[in-house]
């Protein structure tokens, strides 16, 4: 089996992110009391094709995720293909910014939500 992928009795688990998950912020302890600066603008955009075993069909697919914000954007998206192939999308852009002690709540927020998306698994069955 393909790293990133386990086969459990007739359904085959894909975890499409292997290469780039962003992690969650990191937790707060306390109020925050000065402002996130954003120094690093940066733009990551993934194409990943994963060709399924022979006689496997999609049970499971998690649907498109796109969120924009002031902290940035995200977006993912699993297409099956009619060649059997599955193609994952996923960009994320964050700007150079910065926000004041108040915004870092929504900041963490968009974090966790992209982490969230950045982990989902693809569940494919044995027909």
Same mark, same amino acid.
């Given at each position: 089996?393909?790293?990133? +992928?386990?086969?459990?009795?007739? =359904?085959?688990? #894909?975890?499409?992110?292997?290469?780039?998950?962003?992690? @969650? /912020? &990191?937790?707060?302890?306390?109020?925050?009391?000065?402002?996130?600066?954003?120094?690093?603008?940066? +733009?990551?955009?993934?194409?990943? =094709?994963?060709? #399924?075993?022979?006689?496997?069909?999609?049970?499971?697919? @998690? /649907? &498109?995720?796109?969120?924009?914000?002031?902290?940035?954007?995200?977006?993912?998206?699993?297409?099956?293909?009619?060649?059997?192939?599955?193609?994952?999308?996923?960009?994320?852009?964050?700007?150079?910014?910065?926000?004041?002690?108040?915004?870092?709540?929504?900041?963490?927020?968009?974090?966790?939500?992209?982490?969230?998306?950045?982990?989902?698994?693809?569940?494919?069955?044995?027909?």
């Amino acid at each position: 089996m393909p790293r990133g +992928t386990s086969l459990t009795g007739r =359904r085959l688990f #894909l975890a499409p992110n292997l290469l780039n998950r962003l992690p @969650p /912020a &990191p937790a707060r302890i306390g109020e925050r009391r000065t402002a996130l600066v954003l120094e690093t603008p940066f +733009t990551d955009a993934d194409t990943v =094709r994963f060709q #399924l075993p022979a006689g496997f069909k999609s049970e499971s697919l @998690p /649907a &498109p995720v796109q969120l924009t914000t002031p902290y940035g954007s995200y977006s993912a998206e699993v297409q099956v293909q009619p060649s059997g192939s599955v193609l994952y999308i996923r960009c994320l852009q964050m700007p150079k910014a910065r926000f004041e002690p108040a915004q870092h709540e929504g900041y963490a927020d968009f974090r966790r939500r992209v982490s969230q998306a950045d982990r989902v698994q693809l569940v494919f069955v044995k027909s």
